[in-house]
Nanobody, 125 residues
Framework: QAQVQESGGGLVQAGGSLTLSCAPSGSASETNAVGWFRQPPGREREFVAAIRWSQGRSYYADSVKDRFSLSRDRATGTTYLRMNSLEPEDTAVYYC??????????????????WGQGTQVTVSS
């Protein structure tokens, strides 16, 4: 059974840090990329970051590229999103997704087949 499990959300003050984890399992682990998306209150889901390990490259939205970083534990297949210098504007439900997106769809929802349930990140001012 395919599953994507996120963890690590919570409440943090502005300027603080959080690390989110994403662990695909089952057929969701037979993929070559993990993407992170977020959905702020009242807004559409948007791309945050992605890692495609076949290329060994990570990709970031402009709004987070100097503050967030991705890493992956090859042994466990877990991907981590480290979020530093958090701002109230980062408040959202964060979703992890797994798939085999082509480069042009790496930053889009349709590029991923498997989605987690989401984890809430709240940044207080």
């Amino acid at each position: 059974q395919a599953q994507v499990q996120e963890s690590g959300g919570g409440l943090v003050q502005a300027g603080g840090s959080l690390t989110l984890s994403c662990a695909p399992s089952g057929s969701a682990s037979e993929t070559n990329a993990v993407g992170w998306f977020r959905q702020p209150p009242g807004r559409e889901r948007e791309f945050v970051a992605a890692i495609r390990w076949s290329q060994g490259r990570s990709y970031y939205a402009d709004s987070v590229k100097d503050r967030f970083s991705l890493s992956r534990d090859r042994a466990t297949g877990t991907t981590y999103l480290r979020m530093n210098s958090l701002e109230p504007e980062d408040t959202a439900v964060y979703y992890c997704a797994a798939g085999r997106p082509i480069l042009s769809s790496l930053r889009t929802l349709r590029g991923y087949n498997y989605w987690g349930q989401g984890t809430q990140v709240t940044v207080s001012s």
